[in-house]
């Protein structure tokens, strides 16, 4: 899970707090939840990218409590994430965590993307 937490104790923020679940599939009516391992925030539209054990990179809006993207999934688990200053570049490294223990996996690698305006801004909020 993901929370989003505040740090100002007033209780009509507080209400604001919520957790939603990431990084998870379902397999043969099974839930198989996936470590978080890395997030980045936008820096600028204040959405935020998440990546886990399962090797996907998520786009969310936390504002609006929405998934807004995912990435084709990468060869192994997500270890790290980071943007651009501007926003425009995503760094996705991609290494094995062990997470199903020492085995054969493929390489770490690192991959740039170019990020699209439409898979980071945030949706208007309907009312």
């Known amino acids: ?16 707090k919520y957790a939603f679940k990431c990084h998870r599939k379902n397999e043969n009516g099974k839930d198989i939840v996936y470590p978080v ?5 936008h820096p600028i539209l204040g959405t935020f990218a998440s990546g886990g054990c399962d090797g996907f ?3 969310w809006d936390g ?3 929405k998934r807004l993207y995912q990435y084709a999934k990468y060869p ?6 980071a943007f651009s200053g ?3 570049l995503l760094a996705v490294a991609s290494s ?15 991959y ?10 945030p949706k208007p909020k309907v009312r």
């Open 1 to 16: 899970r993901v929370a989003m937490e505040y740090f100002d104790m007033a209780a009509d923020v507080q209400s604001l």
């Open 37 to 41: 391992n890395a997030i980045a925030f």
């Open 57 to 59: 990179v998520n786009i």
């Open 63 to 65: 504002n609006n409590k």
């Open 76 to 81: 192994t688990s997500i270890a790290a994430l």
């Open 86 to 88: 501007d926003g425009e």
């Open 96 to 110: 094995y965590t062990y997470e199903e223990g020492d085995q054969s996996h493929p390489s770490d690698a690192i």
């Open 112 to 121: 740039i993307r170019n990020i699209l305006d439409s898979e980071v801004r």
